[in-house]
């Protein structure tokens, strides 16, 4: 039996695929189309995830949706008239899309895909609950959801147990941990629903000088609940996050979108906001798993794709455990939903646990060889092992390589799969991997990938963080030693840490230990393969396309090894092509 969940309509478009209750596919939208962050209904994503189970939508015994669009859709129409007339400009600009194609999914199933079958709607914050629970393969665990906003609730928690979720408690909207941040990520001068990164990788440059000022604006009680002071914010009926007034609270005007310099009053605010969001997650995750009894805790919403928070959760709440759903934003509903769907909606059996984040595409050396040669370049065909050594002793030179590999990545983190690799015991590494690979602000940290066996020789971590969503310090006596690890070590200390045990990508693995055995180091900078503005590169032929537009010094795409300094340049060949010439 085959389900299709599904995510669209606000950012991070998605599709998952069961097959008897087993995820066999899960890919974003963006993926297809390169346009970042991609909102629109994913036909792309669903049409590879069918092709990718070799079925016909005809097979499709279920589609799930990750929300319900009319509750959705009720509480914008009473945002709107309970802030009306300063809300008809909102209501004028998103009023037609909800006529078009939010209320019409059927309609678009239809017309795109010829599906007649029933359509299930789950809730958006259950979607997000299952997503984490049902992957995590615990029996029974605490739920905390925390996002910008689903239907009504921005924060939801509950209780998973056997095969079904239950949601006890919620923060509504206009209350919102997500949007508070969000619009603090424009006040920092970045871009909402992307630039949030760039303020969790800020915040250690500053110190939190102005946190009082940020509870002005949020009021946290000890049971983790909040209320927004509605009186500093419009995002409830206008086209801002806030108005003058939030802007006076915090003493300083907005800074302009991605313009102007980052002075320290922006840094020490970044560094304010994260440790408000640290206390509220940490109270959050006291209060649920004290509620019911359950000292493991599942985490998901775009808020859990903080890591920093999360490492507090760690070391800060009475948790045992804890799982976080590597797609924990609006994509990873498209999983919860279905999975919502098979056991709950028809009570089947769960046979699943996430044991790796790899359910994207995938391509053939045949497939790989196609693309690299429709752009004329030039490679070597290596057997596995040296393959593995010549791509360590890359890196050990010093230089940074594009690592195309088997299937792509479930959510925004790279896993080795789509990765740019670097030495991490480069002191410069991180500096030339910003500025002529990634090309993006230079205070961004770079995450690091450890052995999972070695994880605790670096950092101060005692468990596996496969998913890149746990921040841990790293140990002194590394950053002091004799092999530091300067460009995986942020300003304060810490790392974002992903563990890789052989079971789980074996080839990526085998790298690293490869490094390890030439080095004595088995820690590696991993970062996704992608320039600025773009989504994590899904084909081969968007590997070579970032590895040729960037001063990337090798890419490995399968089994082929390119160095930059063999290739032909890429704008002469585009042109070549162009006229006919060889």
Not at 339 to 362: F, N, Q, S, T
């Amino acid at each position: 039996m085959y389900i299709l969940g599904l995510s669209c309509f606000y950012h991070d478009a998605a599709a998952c695929l069961l097959r008897d209750g087993v995820p066999v596919a899960a890919v974003d939208e963006q993926a297809f189309t390169r346009k970042k962050h991609d909102p629109d209904f994913p036909v792309n994503a669903i049409r590879w995830c069918l092709e990718q189970a070799g079925i016909g939508m005809d097979q499709v015994s279920a589609v799930a949706f990750y929300d319900k669009p009319i509750w959705k859709f009720e509480r914008l129409l009473l945002s709107h008239i309970a802030t009306f007339p300063l809300s008809f400009p909102q209501f004028v600009k998103g009023m037609p899309s909800w006529f078009a194609s939010k209320l019409r999914l059927n309609k678009l199933l239809t017309r795109e895909l010829n599906y007649l079958g029933p359509v299930f709607y789950g809730q958006h914050h259950l979607s997000h609950a299952a997503s984490a629970f049902y992957a995590s393969g615990w029996e029974e665990a605490a739920l905390l959801t925390v996002d910008g906003v689903g239907e009504w609730a921005s924060t939801s928690w509950g209780v998973g147990r056997g095969t079904k979720v239950e949601l006890q408690g919620e923060i509504r909207f206009p209350h919102s941990l997500g949007l508070l941040y969000s619009a603090f990520t424009y006040y920092l001068g970045f871009k909402v629903n992307s630039g949030e990164y760039k303020v969790m990788g800020l915040a250690p440059y500053g110190e939190p000088l102005y946190v009082d000022r940020i509870k002005q604006l949020i009021a946290i009680k000890e049971d983790g609940s909040f209320r927004l002071d509605m009186r500093h914010f419009t995002f409830d009926h206008g086209m801002r996050m806030f108005n003058r007034r939030f802007e006076e609270v915090m003493g300083q005007p907005a800074r302009p979108l991605d313009d102007g310099p980052l002075d320290q009053f922006y840094k020490d605010v970044a560094r304010s906001l994260q440790e408000v969001v640290n206390e509220v997650m940490v109270k959050l995750a006291t209060r649920v798993i004290e509620q019911t009894g359950c000292p493991r805790l599942c985490l998901a919403g775009g808020v859990a794709l903080n890591c920093v928070a999360n490492g507090h959760i760690l070391r800060n709440a009475p948790v045992q455990d804890i799982f976080v759903q590597p797609a924990a934003g609006d994509a990873g509903g498209a999983m919860g939903a279905a999975l919502w769907a098979w056991h709950d909606i028809l009570d089947k059996p769960r046979k699943w646990k996430m044991e790796h984040a790899y359910l994207g595409p995938g391509f053939t050396e045949e497939q790989i060889k196609a693309d690299l040669d429709g752009y004329g370049a030039v490679y070597r065909r290596l057997d596995r092992q040296p393959l593995l050594d010549e791509t360590a002793d890359l890196i050990d030179q010093s230089m940074v390589v594009g690592w195309f590999q088997g299937r792509r990545e479930w959510g925004p983190r790279a896993l080795g799969h789509r990765s740019i690799l670097g030495d991490a015991r480069h002191p410069e590494m991180r500096e030339i991997i910003n500025a002529k690979i990634k090309m993006r602000e230079g205070f961004r940290p770079f995450a690091p990938t450890c052995l999972e066996e070695d994880v605790g020789d670096y950092f101060e971590l005692d468990r596996p963080s496969p998913y890149m969503l746990l921040v841990a310090p790293v140990r002194v006596d590394i950053t002091e030693g004799p092999v530091p690890l300067p460009a995986i070590t942020h300003v304060d200390g810490s790392a974002r840490v992903q563990t890789i045990r052989r079971d789980q990508d074996d080839l990526y693995y085998d790298l690293i230990n490869s490094f390890k055995r030439k080095t004595g180091c088995s820690v590696l900078i991993n970062t996704s393969m992608n320039v600025r503005g773009e989504p994590m590169v899904n084909s081969a032929e968007d590997a070579y396309r970032c590895f040729m537009r960037t001063e990337m010094d090798a890419l490995v795409a399968g089994p082929f090894l390119m160095l930059k300094s063999d290739q032909p340049d890429l704008r002469l060949r585009s042109a070549a092509d162009e006229f006919g010439l060889d």
